[in-house]
């Protein structure tokens, strides 16, 4: 996609959606500046622990039933 095509792109969205692209590239952009003058042996481990994170969803699930817990019964128990 060509520059003009990703600007095209981005004048047809609302301005909700351009301000979080905005957010989205200056935080890019503060993440390199901060990355000036590492050496390569610290990229390499940002760069790995980058990679370990990754986007996950939590997948609601039903029980059955609503739980109640109890806080003090369950702190008596463990002696606490």
């Known amino acids: ?21 905005i957010e989205a590239t200056l935080k890019l952009i503060t993440d390199d500046i901060s990355l000036l003058g590492k050496s390569n042996k610290e990229l ?3 760069e790995k622990v980058r990679q ?5 969803t939590i997948k609601p699930f039903d ?3 609503d739980l109640t817990v109890d806080r003090d019964l369950i702190y008596s128990e463990r002696g606490i």
């Open 1 to 21: 996609m060509s520059t003009q095509e990703v600007i095209t792109e981005i004048q047809s969205m609302s301005l909700k959606e351009r301000l979080t692209i």
């Open 52 to 56: 370990r994170r990754r986007n996950f």
């Open 63 to 65: 029980l059955g039933e």
């Open 44 to 46: 390499d481990y940002i």
